[in-house]
């Protein structure tokens, strides 16, 4: 299948104010550069000049730092991405999380959180589809190749998901179908599987037979329930062309496992020696991917850094146990900096610094406490 052009020569024009505009070409510039042109010095003084942009021109966020005791000033003086506050994910239940002067032409995406039962689902209003496609299929191809031939064919298995046309997981999927990471003559809508585990069975091998590697996406218990089915079908073992990504967890249908004895369950189903995963969220609009051990690496624009757990306020310094806070340029149009309640810890040495992590877990299922200070 044919590719479309690189990704900055089919750039649109951006639809902001005059400050708006630089700094979206900024960040897209950045995220489309090569290896060399993405450091450590650009990246800071690209995440401390979109802070103080999102500080003056997102409301929300605003609020949020002032009610943290920063102010005009304290911004303006910043100097390290590293000191930036970082504002709940549930901020996108509380209200509209926009920055003023951000926005491309067209119709933006709305993307919706799964919510749960009885809980307000978040609304993430991207107005920034490009510099969406952009991110997504930049650290795509960084982790897994380019589309086409060299490239892996991307299926999913996201029961649960496929009915909900506001999922951005789903959208993800069928963008990078789009872009390119798809079987010879694939749709975008053509490598989603529900039900039909042998029909799956059989396009996964089918793609293996055609000599292109295979990068199977799909939330955790439904791939639980895959391996078991595969094993039991009695197939070979999986080969080193086939990538199992996890993502999401099991969503009510089990119990909820710990990361390794899900990529123990994959390992033994499948037979696979290793198992990927994907790290992102309707919130934002960049993506971590786990190629080995349940290591993540997040695309140059992006950080990860870790909060104490009996301090949210306060970086958690010593390679111990935190909170999951992530900043995401490509969150331009929205807000960069934001707090999870993952759970994480710094892995992998060589991987360069506030990159690589690992996950293992998320706090109690109590929101934050902190929404009433955005409430008059």
Request: glycine share 12%; net charge negative.
């Amino acid at each position: 299948m044919p590719h479309r052009d690189p990704p900055l020569e089919d750039v649109v024009m951006p639809d902001g104010s005059v400050a708006g505009n630089a700094l979206w070409r900024a960040v897209a510039h950045f995220v489309g550069a090569s290896a060399e042109d993405q450091g450590e010095e650009e990246f800071n003084r690209l995440a401390t000049a979109v802070f103080r942009f999102q500080f003056d021109a997102n409301p929300l966020y605003r609020r949020w730092c002032q009610h943290l005791g920063w102010t005009t000033d304290r911004a303006g003086a910043l100097l390290r991405w590293t000191d930036i506050p970082t504002m709940p994910v549930e901020a996108f239940r509380w209200g509209a999380v926009a920055t003023e002067g951000i926005s491309e032409p067209g119709t933006p995406l709305v993307f919706r959180t799964s919510g749960t039962t009885g809980s307000e689902r978040g609304i993430h209003r991207v107005r920034t589809p490009h510099l969406y496609r952009l991110s997504a299929t930049q650290g795509f191809s960084q982790a897994f190749g380019p589309p086409g031939p060299v490239g892996p064919v991307v299926l999913g298995l996201l029961p649960g998901y496929l009915d909900r046309p506001d999922s951005s997981l789903v959208h993800m999927v069928r963008l990078l179908r789009s872009e390119g990471w798809a079987e010879e003559g694939g749709t975008a809508d053509g490598g989603f599987y529900l039900d039909d585990l042998s029909g799956l069975f059989d396009a996964v091998e089918s793609i293996r037979l055609a000599g292109r590697e295979v990068l199977l996406i799909g939330v955790t218990w439904a791939l639980v329930d895959a391996a078991e089915a595969w094993r039991a079908s009695g197939r070979s073992a999986l080969s080193e062309g086939v990538h199992i990504a996890v993502t999401g967890g099991m969503k009510g249908r089990r119990e909820e496992w710990v990361a390794e004895r899900v990529r123990e369950a994959l390992r033994s189903g499948f037979g696979c020696r290793t198992v990927a995963g994907e790290y992102g969220m309707t919130e934002l609009l960049s993506q971590a991917w786990s190629l080995r051990k349940g290591v993540y690496t997040a695309p140059p624009w992006m950080r990860v850094r870790l909060r104490r757990t009996d301090d949210p306020l306060t970086e958690q310094k010593t390679g111990a146990t935190g909170g999951v806070d992530v900043i995401d340029l490509a969150n331009l149009g929205s807000c960069a900096f934001l707090s999870t309640q993952d759970l994480g810890r710094p892995s992998d040495p060589e991987i360069e610094p506030d990159r690589g992590f690992e996950l293992l877990g998320r706090f109690d299922r109590s929101e934050v406490r902190g929404c009433n200070l955005l409430v008059d």
